[in-house]
């Protein structure tokens, strides 16, 4: 059989015309009838096309025995795959730019709510401020997009850490003011316990599914795999040093003021002067110096001091 005559099976199989398959490879319906009769050879571009409409391999619709050519099984062949790979390349380039945009997309939305509702609508909140000032959400975002490469259950469980964190960390970081007798905020560190643990969560259920194996990376896809979990791996290391001395510091103040309360308080019954500035025996033996729980402790005992001295003296 020889490839017009193929070519004439394939149509009729599939109840097209010569017009149809003229018009959609872009040529003259004669030029179709030349082929099926056999006075004219389709092009390879043709030949590549016809495979792609008909649905059958290269290889089913030339005939070895009928090639004028004896290189062009492997020519059209090569053509093909290139077709088809930058078809995919195309496919995937374009789906990455859509995660990349819906992820913005939604970081946004996030923004504009949470300046709506701390600063059109009034609610008290213990975290933005702070998310503003060291740019929590772009960071987040990039950072977002990065892992959305290769981890997509990742990235998403990272994004809702993210909203569920805002939350958390306004609510407990409230509670913790209103109990704290200095108003010590906590609220970032509510914070960056609720993102990493979320995210954690979402990784440990992608690595499960894949069977603990990550999925196989090439070329720039490897390199900022590795990128993001340096950096993830530092900002973890960075920002929990920064929270433990945080907290150790919010101890030593809240310690520091009760202990300059009740020291103000019994000058003030005794009818002593007021000496915020005394040290004797103003820091605790627990406490070394230098430590952010002795400056939490040494910064806060004078205001203490002042606040049990002046309610005492009332």
């Not at 030349?34 to 030339?62: A, C, H, I, Q, Y």
């Not at 209103?178 to 259920?205: D, E, H, K, M």
């Not at 960075?238 to 945080?246: D, I, K, N, P, W």
């Amino acid at each position: 059989m020889t490839i017009g005559e193929k070519i004439k099976e394939l149509r009729k199989e599939r109840g097209l015309t010569q017009e149809v398959v003229a018009s959609a490879l872009a040529v003259s319906r004669q030029a179709v009838a030349k082929w099926e009769s056999g006075r004219s050879v389709p092009s390879t571009d043709n030949l590549l096309k016809l495979s792609g409409m008909f649905g059958v391999p290269l290889e089913e619709l030339v005939d070895a025995k009928q090639r004028e050519m004896p290189a062009l099984e492997e020519y059209a062949r090569r053509k093909l795959e290139e077709e088809r790979t930058r078809g995919e390349m195309r496919k995937r380039v374009f789906q990455k730019g859509k995660e990349l945009a819906v992820t913005a997309a939604a970081y946004a939305a996030v923004y504009a709510v949470c300046q709506f509702l701390f600063y059109m609508a009034g609610v008290k909140n213990c975290v933005w401020h702070w998310m503003q000032a060291w740019h929590v959400l772009p960071v987040t975002c990039a950072l977002t997009a990065a892992i959305l490469l290769d981890r997509k259950i990742t990235g998403v469980c990272l994004f809702l850490g993210t909203v569920a964190a805002i939350a958390v960390a306004n609510v407990a970081g409230v509670s913790a003011m209103q109990r704290s007798p200095v108003g010590y905020n906590n609220g970032w560190v509510f914070y960056l316990a609720t993102v990493y643990t979320i995210a954690a969560v979402g990784w440990l259920v992608e690595r499960k599914a894949a069977g603990g194996r990550p999925g196989p990376r090439r070329g720039w896809r490897r390199a900022v795999s590795a990128a993001s979990r340096v950096f993830v791996c530092l900002l973890v290391l960075g920002s929990t040093f920064l929270a433990v001395r945080h907290i150790q510091y919010g101890m030593g103040a809240e310690e520091g003021y009760t202990a300059g309360f009740a020291a103000g308080a019994a000058d003030a019954q005794a009818g002593k002067p007021m000496d915020s500035n005394r040290s004797a025996g103003r820091f605790p033996a627990q406490y070394e110096f230098g430590t952010a729980a002795f400056k939490g402790y040494a910064v806060h005992w004078s205001s203490g001091y002042k606040s049990g001295y002046g309610a005492s003296a009332d």
